[in-house]
């Protein structure tokens, strides 16, 4: 299964630090790319930064048209969940989206930043609300991928990290690799 996250509507200078923040949330918790609808030079390249030092294999990419990017991936046998809080209780439908993408499905969380157009709710196969008060995209992305993978991406390694992070009962532990 590979796991993409669609941002809508970034919006430059004013979105970049949270925009920031949900790729490398996106990317810790267990998705295998990004994907924005506009070029952000600093925000790609804080994630290829992270990637480098931190390992992994999580791609930075910017589509023109994300209704055709989304409608190719459903043709392509992928599920579409919108992540809004007009949605269906992640509690009640996330053993339904998990026994879905049992069957080869790759998924695209669709998160936005501003007004997500109705198109959105309409290409989404679930709109899945993560509470029912305001709160952050951040948020939202990070309570969605921990319920799909169990937890079980919270304290990955990658072969490949120059830094790693040894979980301590009382100092900082970290192995630098060269």
């Given at each position: 299964m590979?796991?993409?996250v669609?941002?809508?509507g970034h919006?430059?200078?004013r979105?970049?630090?949270i925009s920031?923040?949900v790729?490398l949330?996106a990317?810790?918790l ?17 994630v290829n930064?992270?990637?480098?030092n931190?390992?992994g294999?999580?791609k930075f990419?910017?589509v023109d048209s994300?209704?055709?990017y989304?409608?190719?991936?459903k ?6 969940v ?7 209780n ?7 989206i ?6 080869d499905?790759?998924i695209?969380?669709?998160?936005g ?10 290409l989404a ?5 993560i ?8 948020a939202?992305i990070?309570?969605?991928?921990d319920?799909?993978?169990?937890g079980e991406?919270?304290?990955?390694d990658?072969?490949?990290a120059?830094?790693k992070?040894?979980?301590?009962k009382?100092?900082?532990?970290v192995?630098l690799?060269?």
């Amino acid at each position: 299964m590979v796991v993409e996250v669609l941002r809508l509507g970034h919006r430059g200078e004013r979105d970049k630090r949270i925009s920031t923040h949900v790729a490398l949330t996106a990317r810790a918790l267990g998705a295998d790319k990004i994907i924005f609808t506009c070029e952000d030079n600093h925000v790609r390249e804080s994630v290829n930064r992270i990637v480098e030092n931190w390992g992994g294999d999580f791609k930075f990419e910017v589509v023109d048209s994300w209704k055709s990017y989304v409608k190719r991936f459903k043709e392509n046998n992928g599920i579409v969940v919108h992540l809004t809080m007009y949605g269906e209780n992640i509690n009640k439908t996330i053993d339904n989206i998990k026994e879905n993408i049992k069957t080869d499905k790759n998924i695209i969380i669709i998160i936005g930043a501003e007004k997500v157009p109705k198109e959105a709710y309409e290409l989404a196969d679930y709109n899945i609300s993560i509470g029912n008060q305001p709160h952050s995209e951040v948020a939202a992305i990070a309570i969605f991928l921990d319920r799909l993978f169990e937890g079980e991406t919270l304290y990955r390694d990658y072969d490949d990290a120059k830094i790693k992070v040894m979980p301590s009962k009382k100092e900082k532990f970290v192995i630098l690799e060269k």
